[in-house]
T-cell receptor, first 112, second 116 residues
Framework: GQNIDQPTEMTATEGAIVQINCTYQTSGFNGLFWYQQHAGEAPTFLSYNVLDGLEEKGRFSSFLSRSKGYSYLLLKELQMKDSASYLCAVRDASGGSYIPTFGRGTSLIVHP | GAGVSQSPSNKVTEKGKDVELRCDPISGHTALYWYRQSLGQGLEFLIYFQGNSAPDKSGLPSDRFSAERTGGSVSTLTIQRTQQEDSAVYLC??????????????FGPGTRLTVT
């Protein structure tokens, strides 16, 4: 199985940049996902990484280092609406499962 | 197009009663997943369907939990003899194919289950 660690909570200021880290341990890495979940709502897909490097999508970027078992989600030009929980999920191909396992999520609070 | 829908949105039940939760995935999505999320916790995987079969039931917490999927579409999650620890938000997700590269899971709004 996987062991996925994320910080529980982070705070940042509107307009700033924040980096949310995720570390994982898995025997058959097959992709890493980031989801955003606003309170009381369903998670929505943000990004997918399977190769090392940075994937940029507007104000959001996601980075992966497979050798280090490490990813981060970078949010630029923070807006109040970015206050949400950010979930890191790792897909493991060992055993043929391919089911993404989710971390506990990082609650991001954006202050004016 | 229509997203994943779940019903009911909220369910309050007495301890010991059975409940059925329903999920309508996005049309054409062959993979369907059930997760549950307790307050302050991550998403806990329960069961996965590929078509109508459930190759991975490893996450079901006890034999009181069961699920089925018919016609490769609608799925129901049944919890028998509910306990207070079953209280959580039950989320359903679907995707085109579990093995596709950057497939993403589309989540429904969830069913908030409260066992009193």
């Amino acid at each position: 199985g996987q062991n996925i660690d994320q910080p529980t909570e982070m705070t940042a200021t509107e307009g700033a940049i924040v980096q949310i880290n995720c570390t994982y341990q898995t025997s058959g890495f097959n992709g890493l996902f980031w989801y955003q979940q606003h309170a009381g709502e369903a998670p929505t897909f943000l990004s997918y990484n399977v190769l090392d490097g940075l994937e940029e999508k507007g104000r959001f970027s996601s980075f992966l280092s497979r050798s280090k078992g490490y990813s981060y989600l970078l949010l630029k030009e923070l807006q109040m609406k970015d206050s949400a929980s950010y979930l890191c999920a790792v897909r493991d191909a060992s055993g043929g499962s391919y089911i993404p396992t989710f971390g506990r999520g990082t609650s991001l609070i954006v202050h004016p | 197009g229509a997203g994943v829908s779940q019903s009911p949105s909220n369910k309050v039940t007495e301890k010991g009663k059975d409940v059925e939760l329903r999920c309508d995935p996005i049309s054409g999505h062959t993979a369907l997943y059930w997760y549950r999320q307790s307050l302050g916790q991550g998403l806990e995987f329960l069961i996965y369907f590929q078509g109508n079969s459930a190759p991975d039931k490893s996450g079901l917490p006890s034999d009181r939990f069961s699920a089925e999927r018919t016609g490769g579409s609608v799925s129901t999650l049944t919890i028998q003899r509910t306990q207070q620890e079953d209280s959580a938000v039950y989320l359903c997700a679907s995707s085109l194919d579990r093995l596709a590269g950057n497939y993403e899971q589309y989540f429904g709004p969830g069913t908030r289950l409260t066992v009193t």
